[in-house]
C-alpha cells in the first residue's frame, strides 16, 4: 500500500506498497479543575439477544450442562465478563424484544411454549431462557439491567404487568413472580419502550411512536420505589428527522431517546467477511466508525433545541462493526470473528462516546457473545477472548472517571466514502483520557497501518511522576484469537512511554492501541 502525499497534509490511499516511516503527532491534555463531566460507567454496556448462539451457548448452557456453569450460566464467560465490570445488559433484543411475549419465559421451563424466532433464522426458540434467568444474571454480574419492551406485536397492558412483576412488592403479578421463585421483587432502571420501531420494531411513522411512547409511558409505573427511566425507540444512523419528530412530540415524557449506528458497509449488499479485507477496506472502515461523531454530534444538536438542559440523555444502544456471517455458519445467526481491525473500531468509538459525556449516558455494543462485535466467541467449552474484549478491558478504568479533555494534532488521511463522493477524512492518532482517585489514564490509537508515530504528550499541570503503560497490536491488521490456537492478539506490558517533565513522549507502533496509566 501506497500513502500518496496530498496538499495539507493529507494522505490518500491507493493500494499501492508503503515503505515504514515514523510520524509525529501532538496530544495536549486540557485539563482543569472545573472540569466535573463523568464518564458514565453505562458508556462500556453490553447487549444480550436472542440471536445465534449469543443467548444460548454463548451466555446460558443450562444448569444439566456438562460444561462448567453456574446455575446454567457458563463459568468461563462469567469470569470474563466480571473481568470488565459490565455496567448493563440489554435484553432481549434487539428485534427480537417486538416478537417476545414475557409470559411465555416464567413458571415451569417445561410448560414454557416454543417459538419460531423469526428475525433471526427461524431458530426455534424453547424460552428456557426468560425474565428470572436474565435477571439471575445481573444479579450475577453485579450490572444494571436495560429491559427492552415489546411494542411492535405486543400491547400497554404486557408491558405494564411486565414492569408489576418485576418490580412490585405485592400484588396480582408479584404473586405470580413469588409462585415462579422469586420472593423479592428485582430492581430495574432502564426500560426501553420499543426497538427500532421504525422497522423491524413495527415499522411506524415517527409521530405515531411518539403517541405510542407517551401512552406506555403512562402504565409503566414505578413500583413501591422502584424508579423507571423510560428510553424512547431512537433513529439509526442518519435519520435525523425521527430525533427531532420524537423530541418534539415527547421530548418530555422520556429520560432518555437510543442511536444505532453500527460501522457497516450497506444494509442491502455484501458487507465483506471479519477476517478477509484489503488495506483500502480497513481505512474505509475506520473513517466509517469515526463519523459517529458527527452523528451522535448532529442528533445531540436536535436534542438541544427541545432539551437545552441536557436532561434527556442520548443512548447508542446498538454501535460496533457488522460483517458478513463467517462461511459455512447459520444465516441469520451474525456469528463474525474479530481482528485488530474490530479493536480499532472498539476504541475509536469509545474515544468519541467520551467526548458527549453532557449526552451520551449509555452504550451497549452489539453483542456480548458469539453475534456481531462480540467480547467473547464460544465453541462448546471452549471461549475466546476477542480482540474487543481487551479493548473493553483496557479501557476499565475509564468507567465513571472525570473526562480530561484531549486536543491532538496528528497525520490526516482520507478513505472512501460509500455515502458520497467527498472522502472521509481522518487523523491518524486518536486519544482520550480521564481521571480518577488522582489516577489519570490515558490512551492512544494509532490506526495507520504502515507507519509508527512518536507522540508528544503536553500534560500541562496534571504533575505526573510515573507512567506504567500496555499495548494491543498484532503483526496482521486481520490477526485473531481463535479456538485451541495461541492467542495472536492480547494486551502486553509497553516501556515505549518516557516522562520529561510535563512533558510525555510516546512511541507508538503502526495498528496499536497504548493504554498508560499516569500516577502522582
Ligand atoms: O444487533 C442485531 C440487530 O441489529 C438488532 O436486533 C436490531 O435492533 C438491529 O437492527
Redesign the pocket.
Known amino acids: 500500500m501506497k500513502m500518496i502525499s496530498l496538499a495539507a497534509g493529507v494522505l490518500l490511499l491507493s493500494g499501492l506498497s508503503a515503505s515504514a516511516a515514523t510520524d509525529k503527532a501532538v496530544v495536549t491534555l486540557n485539563d482543569s479543575p472545573f472540569a466535573t463531566d463523568t464518564i458514565m460507567p453505562e458508556i462500556y454496556g453490553q447487549?444480550a439477544?436472542h440471536?445465534g448462539t449469543c443467548i444460548y451457548g454463548g451466555l446460558w448452557v443450562g444448569p444439566e450442562s456438562p460444561i462448567p456453569n453456574t446455575n446454567g450460566y457458563r463459568n468461563d464467560v462469567l469470569n470474563a465478563l466480571r473481568e470488565l465490570k459490565v455496567p448493563v445488559m440489554r435484553w432481549p433484543?434487539?428485534?427480537?424484544a417486538d416478537e417476545y411475549h414475557w409470559m411465555d419465559g416464567v413458571g415451569p421451563k417445561e410448560n414454557r411454549p416454543r417459538m419460531v424466532n423469526n428475525?433471526w433464522g427461524g431458530t426455534v426458540e424453547d424460552n428456557s431462557f426468560g425474565t428470572h434467568e436474565f435477571f439471575n444474571l445481573c444479579e450475577l454480574l453485579g450490572c444494571e439491567p436495560y429491559l427492552s419492551g415489546n411494542v411492535g406485536s405486543g400491547t400497554v397492558e404486557e408491558l405494564a404487568k411486565w414492569v408489576e412483576y418485576i418490580t412490585a412488592e405485592d400484588g396480582p403479578m408479584a404473586t405470580l413472580r413469588k409462585q415462579n421463585g422469586r420472593e423479592k421483587p428485582w430492581h430495574l432502571k432502564y426500560l426501553g419502550v420499543g426497538?427500532?420501531s421504525w422497522?423491524?420494531g413495527g415499522d411506524m411513522l415517527a409521530p405515531y411512536y411518539a403517541d405510542l411512547f407517551r401512552r406506555y409511558g403512562v402504565y409503566c409505573r414505578n413500583y413501591d420505589g422502584n424508579k423507571l427511566f423510560k428510553i424512547a425507540s431512537g433513529a439509526s444512523d442518519y435519520d435525523y428527522d425521527w430525533t427531532e419528530t420524537l423530541m418534539k412530540k415527547a421530548g418530555h415524557q422520556m429520560h432518555g431517546i437510543s442511536l444505532?449506528y453500527?460501522t457497516c458497509y450497506s444494509w442491502d449488499k455484501p458487507k465483506g467477511y471479519a477476517l478477509d479485507f484489503t488495506t483500502d477496506q480497513y481505512y474505509w472502515t475506520i473513517g466509517k466508525c469515526l463519523e459517529i461523531e458527527d452523528v451522535v454530534k448532529r442528533h445531540a444538536a436536535i436534542m438541544d433545541v427541545y432539551d437545552p438542559g441536557k436532561r434527556v440523555a442520548l443512548l447508542v444502544d446498538?454501535w460496533g462493526t457488522w460483517w458478513d456471517e463467517e462461511p459455512g455458519t447459520i444465516k441469520g445467526h451474525?456469528y463474525q470473528q474479530n481482528t485488530m481491525r474490530d479493536a480499532m473500531v472498539a476504541a475509536l468509538s469509545l474515544n468519541v462516546f467520551h467526548k458527549f459525556t453532557d449526552r451520551v449516558r449509555m452504550t451497549n455494543i452489539?453483542?456480548v457473545a458469539n453475534?456481531?462485535q462480540s467480547m467473547v466467541l464460544t465453541k462448546g467449552d471452549q471461549m475466546v477472548l476477542t480482540p474487543t474484549y481487551y479493548v473493553f478491558k483496557m479501557y476499565v478504568p475509564h468507567q465513571g472517571a472525570r473526562v480530561i479533555p484531549c486536543h491532538i494534532e496528528s497525520k490526516k488521511m482520507k478513505a472512501e466514502n460509500e455515502r458520497g463522493s467527498k472522502p472521509r477524512t481522518f487523523q491518524t492518532v486518536s486519544a482520550t483520557a480521564s481521571e480518577k482517585n488522582g489516577v489519570v489514564t490515558l490512551s492512544l490509537t494509532n490506526v495507520d497501518l504502515d507507519n509508527d508515530c512518536e507522540v508528544k504528550v503536553e500534560l500541562g499541570s496534571l504533575g505526573v511522576k510515573k507512567v506504567n503503560g500496555e499495548i494491543l497490536t498484532a503483526k496482521n491488521i486481520a490477526d485473531y484469537n481463535d479456538f485451541g490456537k495461541p492467542e495472536l492478539v492480547s494486551p502486553e506490558a509497553f516501556s515505549g512511554a518516557k516522562l520529561n517533565g510535563n512533558i510525555l513522549t510516546v512511541k507508538m507502533p503502526a495498528k496499536s492501541i497504548v493504554n498508560l496509566t499516569l500516577t502522582k
Do not use: K, P
Request: charge should be negative; include cysteine; glycine fraction near 16%.
Open positions: 447487549f439477544e440471536l433484543g434487539g428485534c427480537f428475525n426497538n427500532e422497522g423491524c444505532h453500527y446498538e451474525l452489539a453483542q453475534v456481531l
